[in-house]
């Protein structure tokens, strides 16, 4: 009786979560499967088409420059979101003056919503009076197309987005490098490690889990960008900054009433993030059994 | 040593004042030895200033251009080069975007949804977290891992069918339909629990004895110990919630129902450029402010994640 009381009091305190996850996150999961296989305007019954949506986003000129935009992207933000913020890091953990200040300033993009961030370098990416251009010509260089040209375009788009986002990033790895026990680099150094040395042997190997998470992390949120081609390019030049995720939009919202496509287009992503992470997985498992 | 020693005697005896070594309280991947050596410490003051300038040039300087540039006339703004600092400032274009913008009704909206918001999280959230981790009921194990297994999921995936299921609800263009999807996280359930496991059972044992009911527990007990959680907890929901732009882009369609970010996102395009810096700096203070005061909450919050688990 007593079990069964305790029992019936914690779903009581549970219910209100359990309905919230099950509407709102469970079942969107199984809707995103059984929508890429239906076409539906939110307001006549839906009905089965079979692979059709399936079908239609692959025949979609855009579908195979949306999968290499987002590949290409996600290389170059891992290259700046990655490098960047981890030797930002190192180089702070060094520093023992005004370490309050850079964490401070690191963060402060962070804070910003994203769409304050994206605005302001939309205006300094203005070929004409923007401020990226006024810097090159004052150290006399020609200026650039920046947004308005396709081999720029998503260089641009991942500069604004490892600016508004390295600064989690950066702080996370600083917590990592305070983790490291002091007797390691002091035995390195008994050894005669350089400093190059220490960080290949010691710095590395003791922050190698928090930079595989981080690793697959960014890569699942840099597969997803979606804020800065709607914002600042709307997919152009000549289709040159389309992601899935900007596709899958437009499926849904402008293409008209393609929510069974654009479910289509989730199910591949989701497909191809399952493919990453398993893939890592196997990467860090061979990886720990020759460490082993 | 020796060395060392005659050398800093040889130096003062030619009269340099020797300076205050550079103080180490951790050690880090350079030893406080190499540091204050002669050339250890100018390179470090040479790195430190490097990193000072580049860092403030890199994250400080396009929030000062952002301001100045609100500051200035259309006319100086499309001059050039450019003025770094703006010849005759004026906040015109800070009244003129609350105008066109209708700034005040956005950020009524948008705060009237990051507290309503937080509220609803709170109580589901805070209330699931203390089921699982005091109440302990059958299959909570199970219940746990199905909320933790929706972190897996990339947002952008579910966010189709997600509009589909509020679009279904009728919650379109209802605050409720931010509101509930934002309370099944997962994150703070896992966060919430964790801390919850970490208060003593002695102290609601000590509670129940005394005849509170769980209710009573989860209020005079559980949460007044849990105020650190509860803060950065709260802290990043509502931070993330005015911060958000894809899902409210959605929902929140009605011109006089969006926030302030969606609302700037709609009008940007059609309006001079010193204005919309103007809205951005609005946009923007808010959020800035929270983290002025409460750093140390955001960044203990941001590291609480990963450090132990």
């Not at chain 2, 700037?264 to 609005?282: D, E, H, K, R, Y």
Request: charged share 15%; aromatic share 12%; net charge positive.
């Amino acid at each position: 009786m007593r079990v069964l009381k305790r029992n019936l009091t914690a779903y009581g305190f549970l219910c209100a979560a359990l309905a919230c996850f099950a509407v709102f996150a469970w079942y969107p999961m199984v809707r995103e499967f059984v929508l890429s296989f239906q076409r539906t305007n939110l307001v006549d019954p839906p009905v089965w088409v079979g692979l059709d949506n399936f079908a239609a986003v692959v025949r979609d000129p855009a579908f195979g420059t949306a999968w290499l935009n987002t590949l290409a992207f996600t290389v170059l933000a891992l290259i700046c979101g990655y490098a960047v913020p981890f030797g930002t890091a190192l180089v702070l953990n060094e520093l023992r003056h005004a370490r309050g200040y850079l964490r401070f300033v690191v963060y402060l993009p962070v804070m910003l919503p994203p769409i304050v961030a994206v605005l302001l370098f939309r205006w300094f990416f203005d070929p004409g009076p923007g401020l990226f251009n006024q810097i090159l010509g004052l150290f006399h260089l020609p200026g650039l197309a920046w947004l308005d040209s396709s081999s720029t375009a998503l260089i641009s788009l991942v500069i604004v987005s490892t600016w508004m986002n390295m600064g989690s990033a950066t702080l996370i790895y600083l917590a990592a490098l305070q983790n490291i026990p002091s007797e390691l680099y002091e035995a390195a150094e008994l050894d005669g490690a350089g400093i190059l040395a220490r960080i290949r042997h010691v710095t590395i190997p003791q922050t190698r889990l928090i930079l595989l998470l981080m690793l697959m992390l960014q890569i699942v949120a840099t597969m997803q960008v979606f804020i800065e081609p709607y914002m600042l390019t709307g997919g152009g030049p000549e289709n040159a900054t389309v992601t899935v995720a900007y596709l899958m939009y437009q499926f849904a919202f402008t293409y008209g009433d393609g929510y069974g496509q654009a479910g289509a287009l989730g199910m591949m992503l989701m497909l191809a993030l399952l493919v990453f992470a398993a893939f890592q997985l196997r990467l860090t498992r061979d990886d720990r059994e020759v460490t082993a | 040593m020796i060395s060392v020693g005659a050398r800093a005697s040889a130096r003062r005896a030619r009269g340099g004042r020797r300076p205050r070594p550079i103080e180490v309280r951790f050690r880090t991947i350079v030893s406080p030895h190499q540091l204050n050596s002669r050339w250890g410490r100018r390179i470090y003051w040479a790195v430190l200033l490097t990193v000072l300038t580049l860092s403030t040039l890199a994250f400080v300087f396009p929030l000062y251009w952002m301001v100045t540039g609100a500051m200035k006339s259309g006319e100086e703004l499309a001059r050039m080069p450019p003025t770094l600092v703006p010849e005759a400032p004026t906040l015109d274009a800070f009244a003129e975007a609350w105008q066109l913008f209708d700034i005040g009704l956005l950020l009524r909206n948008t705060a009237f949804y990051a507290l309503g918001g937080w509220l609803v999280t709170m109580a589901v959230d805070v209330s699931a977290a203390y089921a699982l981790s005091k109440l302990r009921p059958a299959l909570g194990n199970v219940v746990l891992g199905a909320m933790l297994a929706t972190l897996m999921v990339p947002p952008m995936v579910v966010l189709i069918p997600l509009y589909v299921t509020v679009s279904d609800l009728g919650l379109l263009n209802n605050p409720w339909g931010l509101w509930l999807p934002a309370a099944a996280n997962g994150f703070n359930i896992f966060l919430l629990k964790r801390f919850f496991d970490s208060i003593p059972k002695e102290l609601v044992e000590a509670a129940r004895i005394d005849g509170a009911g769980p209710l009573r527990v989860l209020w005079s007990v559980i949460l007044p110990v849990s105020r650190p959680i509860l803060g950065v907890v709260s802290i990043f929901t509502i931070v993330t919630s005015f911060k958000d732009f894809v899902w409210p882009l959605l929902v929140m369609t009605d011109s006089d129902r969006m926030t302030i970010s969606v609302g700037l996102s709609q009008t940007a395009g059609a309006v001079p450029q010193n204005t919309i810096m103007a809205g951005l700096v609005i946009a923007g203070i808010p959020t800035i402010i929270v983290f002025f005061f409460f750093q140390r909450h955001i960044m203990a919050g941001l590291t609480a994640g990963s450090s132990k688990g």
